[in-house]
DNA sequence: CGTGATCCTGACCATTTGGTCAACAAAGGA
DNA sequence: TCCTTTGTTGACCAAATGGTCAGGATCACG
């Protein structure tokens, strides 16, 4: 379990790891993983399929390690809950913060959806171990504010559950969200306020 | 676009068509549909492959035709939102149906999930075109009653994503809900009464 | 029965696709 | 400059996969 010592990456490793890293997102989060080809990936990242393969051992390489470095980002926003703060603006901000995730990085958010759908083959050991941590720790601080009536009294897992659906739907689900409000509208921009009008009735005490 | 006068289905026919759809929603729910093969599909439906294929002309087919099947069913606890009701018991009957519908029939919630996370190449014409008028109808209902002050104001479009968002969460990201839960939970039980303090908090007048 | 329609399958095909490899090109340091 | 390391690719392979087809089995019905 000892991290290796990874020789450092030379000024062309890390370009093209990085470009190959952009195209699978690409087009792993419009195709899944099954959907996608070493060659679209290649394609997107302006590179040989040979050379791809240079770079990662397989295509299952390319994925594991994209989830995994994109994981930290999509948990941080969690992980900044302040126990110190304001706990009804401590869980508006993280709605928020997840908010604009969906909308800047839609991509990230299908990628994580397909890997979900899958049955998570990537990510179980991380499902039951990191983020299960990371998800108590916060709903041990919402329990807390909880219990000092500082928030009005629900389960918190479920709390964070609908966090979690209710801004990932806006990206996972753009084209269904889009085609329903039909031309005119900017999902992202109502949900903003229909969001917060909604965790403060339910939250406010 | 008259339909065609189709020979009636013989016994046969029924059956097979019958267990090959009900294959194919398994196959097609937990690997996506570049993810499921014509054999897994045809085992599943205890089958031959070109068995499977004498009664749909491509794996296309199937799935087009598992999708519209199971659009009908999936939006039936809308069409049933009745003006006449009680508003708020109107909702929450809403709500209720879909979560169930959630619970008993996951596969289909990811068959679809799957289906628009692909950017709903099946179903385009479906989502702008009926679905939209179904929504729509549901959104003036909704908005007729907090005009008249018997729901609380709210966008009514998003309100309609939100109980989407809420209740398919739960059988889209199962995986994800259990592995944060841990053992012990059942998190459809959990989530009843969840969502009925959510809605009716955000929507009592 | 008989016979036409329906049903079923082993064998086969073309294409796609993940991955390999030998050989060649470019960097880069001494 | 030379030579080792690093980077790149065309050609290739084996397996998987969607789909075809000729022929055989079974069924329905007069």
Chains 1, 2 share one sequence.
């Not at 500082?150 to 609908?162: E, G, K, N, Y």
């Amino acid at each position: 379990m000892a991290d290796q010592l990874q020789p450092p990456l030379t000024r062309i490793q890390q370009k093209n790891r990085d470009r190959i890293l952009k195209g699978a997102l690409s087009v792993f989060s419009t195709s899944g993983f099954r959907g996608a080809t070493i060659d679209q990936i290649a394609e997107a990242a302006g590179l040989s399929k040979p050379n791809v393969l240079y770079y990662f051992a397989s295509k299952d390489d390319i994925h594991k390690s994209l989830l995994t470095t994109l994981l930290d980002m999509w948990l941080a926003p969690m992980i900044r809950i302040n126990p110190e703060g304001e706990p009804l603006e401590e869980v508006m901000a993280y709605v928020r913060a997840k908010l604009e995730m969906s909308r800047r990085f839609p991509r990230e958010s299908r990628l994580f959806a397909y890997e979900i759908l899958q049955g998570a083959p990537h990510l179980t050991e991380i499902l039951g171990g990191g983020l299960r941590d990371i998800v108590d720790r916060a709903a041990t601080i919402l329990q807390g504010w909880m219990d000092q009536g500082r928030l009005s009294p629900v389960d918190p897992h479920h709390l964070i559950f609908s966090i979690w659906a209710l801004t990932q739907h806006y990206a996972d689900f753009d084209v269904q969200v889009r085609a329903v409000l039909g031309p005119g509208h900017d999902p992202f921009v109502e949900a903003g306020p229909f969001l917060d009008n909604l965790y403060r009735t339910m939250l406010h005490v």
